[in-house]
């Protein structure tokens, strides 16, 4: 009789065995349906002897398989990766697997389904949440759960307008054929730097080469444009690319410059993608008709039925770090994903990682470098603006001299950034007359306030609450004061100086949707917009020819909290900032507010010697046995109940195994005690670099027991030490 060792999609429980009857074949990597109890549950199958079971069942007792699907099976490459990525992030293999398999309805089998739009006739009654539901839908279409959660009403609502009329149902094919991308539509003229760089890449693509390569190259030197030779090659070889992107705002102009590149637009993979879209795309990725596919760190884990190539553009950017559920970092399982499946992976950046760094100094990956701009743009001119000396006027942000910039760049008509990466007014909301402060009931943050939803809100678990007319603790009117600047601040301040400038803000509140990126863009091509004020979601990858000036308003904030990477990263985000000066024909100008221009992090980044600061920290860092020549891991404890998780992480603390060359620092609380109610204790692990600490954690950990309401979660290689 035949049985199959099946991987369900559950996390909590390890692979089943199954019985296969006669209608059914499967090998490794089939995608079947199984019965677990009651319900019905996906699952791949994979090799017994790489799986164990801790559930051994004799033949008799064998349940049938339910199903397999009709779709090609996951392959061994990602297989592996799949478990490696189990392995390497202490997770549940079900876990790594959810990511590949991405969403149940791509296992869904109709050919078509149906969506609804809105048919622009306006119902006889009309009430608020209708007018607002078909304001927000605007041209949009989905699932009426999809258009629910657009709109911010109640699927009753979007019911309601369909009866009414006003939205009608579409059916929509989930089987069209994507147009292949033309590797010879409009190939470039590359510089003979760009040229030399760009054979490289491309002969490791034709040699199937499990190569990984850094390409370094200064921001606005044609990165983009080198890497879409490598991706020319593959599509004509007939194999599948991958570029990941750090944030899916980006993915709209990288569609439409791809486009133009190649004819035709890739496939976009990410989460703003509907349920049909979603559907469609991933059978496209597992058939290999989808040739080039543009995601953010999700799609990675997709089943490329024939990958030929991985770009990690802007491979610097921390959100590759996925924070929650499998905390992987997506270049690092890119490079491994490269090496499963014999296949080149490129990470671009013009401020390399340490690690990346590192890597190319022990020889692991090869450099590719650009270090000149791309035809007549040149490197823009970075300037210190020191506060102390040229202070803003009282309760403003802006020092006079960067304000006579903006002047004089407004008027030539040239295009103005200023950047902070704080979103919302003020970063706190205190009681002039008391003191008190407004603090996120579920979390150790102070409520932020945000002007242009009128709310003050808590970044880290998203309570929100209506900015009070009095105070709630000594019921004072009106006695409500900001404490310090966000970008809506900044832009209240543009506003009161340049009243005539046309000004946008971008950050993660306004740019919320591909759409409203794409939408920003256009303005910003056409000219339409003066001034940009912006979070770190303006520092990456924008090309804007006609912006020549950069302000930085606060270059200090990223300096304070003294996290390992601090000055790294604050380098990173100036350094990439200010790239965005600059990038035509006209030169750029870059003024950095400081209350400290003589930190190496601002010196580095005037006089343009990157490799002595970049020198000096990693010198710090191997002094320290930080990343990348130790090793972190970090054990956060956390539940609803204080006690618990201080005896939780107390017996973790007092069960730590003693090892050579790994040593255990806490528990104590976390910098963040409390997030989304739960009470956080933190344990940090520090090994050296050979010591394999994900074997002795599991053998830790695995040997301990707490109550159930405890979460017990390990950040292998964490980015984040709150
Ligand atoms: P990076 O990714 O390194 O910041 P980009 O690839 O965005 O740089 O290039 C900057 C600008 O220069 C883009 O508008 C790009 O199209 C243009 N560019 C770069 N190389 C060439 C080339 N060889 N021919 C034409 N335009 C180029
Ligand atoms: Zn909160």
Redesign the pocket.
């Given at each position: 009789m035949a049985r199959a060792r099946v991987l369900l999609l559950n996390s909590a429980i390890g692979p089943l065995d199954y019985r296969v009857d006669r209608e059914h074949a499967v090998e490794p990597g089939s995608i079947v349906l199984a019965p677990l109890g009651p319900r019905q549950l996906a699952g791949v199958v994979w090799e017994a002897e790489r799986m164990p079971s801790d559930a051994e069942v004799g033949d008799n007792r064998l349940r049938p398989l339910t199903h397999v699907y009709d779709l090609p099976p996951l392959a061994a490459p990602l297989r592996r990766l799949i478990e490696w990525t189990a392995d390497y992030y202490l997770a549940a293999p079900a876990a790594v697997l959810r990511m590949a398999l991405a969403s149940a309805s791509a296992l869904d089998e109709r050919r078509a389904t149906t969506e609804y739009r809105a048919t622009g006739t306006v119902p006889d009654r009309l009430t608020p949440q209708r007018e607002q539901a078909l304001q927000r839908i605007g041209e949009r279409q989905g699932l009426v759960r999809e258009l629910a959660y657009i709109a911010d009403v109640s699927d009753a609502v979007i019911r309601g307008l369909v009866k009414a009329g006003a939205i009608e149902p579409v059916e929509v094919a989930v089987d069209d054929p994507f147009v292949p991308p033309d590797p010879d539509h409009a190939p470039?003229?590359?510089?003979a730097e760009?040229a030399a760089a760009a054979a490289t890449l491309v002969a490791a693509v034709q040699a199937r080469e499990a190569a990984a390569f850094l390409l370094d190259?200064?921001?606005?030197?044609?990165?983009?444009?080198?890497y879409f030779e490598a991706v020319a090659e593959a599509i004509r070889a007939g194999r599948q690319t991958l570029v990941l992107l750090p944030e899916i705002a980006l993915t709209e102009p990288f569609l439409k410059?791809f486009a133009a590149r190649f004819g035709h637009q890739p496939v976009a993979w990410h989460s703003d993608l509907r349920q049909s879209q979603r559907r469609r795309a991933w059978r496209a990725i597992a058939s290999g008709e989808a040739k080039v596919v543009v995601g953010a760190r999700s799609a990675l884990f997709l089943p490329y039925a024939d990958l030929g190539l991985i770009v990690v553009d802007e491979a610097h950017e921390s959100s590759f770090k996925q924070e929650d559920g499998v905390m992987y970092h997506a270049r690092d399982v890119a490079v491994m994903r490269g090496r499963f499946e014999g296949v080149p992976v490129i990470l671009?950046s013009?401020t390399p990682a340490i690690e990346t760094r590192q890597q190319v100094t022990l020889g692991h990956y090869a450099e590719l470098k650009?270090p000149r701009r791309?035809?007549p743009?040149t490197m823009p001119d970075i300037a210190a603006l020191d506060l102390l000396r040229d202070p803003p006027l009282r309760g403003r942000w802006i020092a006079p001299t960067l304000v006579r910039e903006l002047e004089a760049n407004l008027a030539r008509g040239e295009q103005s950034l200023l950047f902070l990466n704080r979103r919302g007014y003020a970063p706190l909301t205190l009681c002039r007359t008391c003191g008190h402060r407004f603090q996120c009931p579920n979390c150790t943050a102070w409520m932020v306030e945000h002007r242009l939803t009128a709310r003050l809100a808590c970044h880290h678990c998203g309570h929100v609450m209506p900015p009070p007319a009095a105070c709630p603790e000594c019921g004072e009117a009106d006695s409500l004061v900001a404490c310090g600047p966000g970008v809506e601040r900044i832009a209240d301040e543009v506003a009161a100086l340049f009243p005539q400038a046309r000004t946008a803000m971008v950050t993660s509140d306004t740019l919320w949707s591909p759409a409203k990126a794409a939408e920003f863009v256009n303005r910003m091509e056409a000219g339409e917009i003066d001034i940009v004020i912006g979070t770190q979601l303006v520092t990456k990858?924008y090309?804007f020819p006609n912006l020549t000036l950069v302000g930085v308003i606060d270059a200090d904030l990223g300096l304070a909290g003294g996290d390992l990477r601090a000055a790294e990263r604050s380098f990173q985000q100036i350094a990439q900032v200010a790239?965005r000066a600059g990038?035509g024909e006209k030169p750029g100008r870059v003024l950095v507010q400081t209350r400290e221009p003589g930190a190496p992090v601002i010196r580095a980044l005037v006089s343009g010697d990157a490799e002595s600061f970049y020198a000096a920290e990693t010198a710090a860092r191997r002094h320290a046995g930080a990343p990348p020549f130790g090793r972190f891991a970090a054990i956060i404890v956390s539940s609803e109940a204080l006690d618990e998780a201080v005896a939780a992480a107390r017996l973790i603390g007092d069960s730590a195994p003693e090892v050579e060359g790994m040593a255990v620092y806490g528990p104590a609380p976390a910098p963040l005690a409390m997030l989304r109610g739960r009470h956080r204790q933190r344990l940090l692990v520090h090994a050296r670099r050979t010591l394999d600490v994900q074997d002795v954690i599991r053998a830790w950990l695995g040997a301990l027991d707490w109550p159930k309401g405890v979460r017990v979660a390990v950040d292998v290689d964490p980015y984040s030490f709150v």
């Open positions: 470039p003229d590359l510089s760009q190259g200064v921001t606005g030197s044609g990165k983009t444009e080198v410059r671009a013009a650009l791309f035809g743009a990858g090309h790239g990038r």
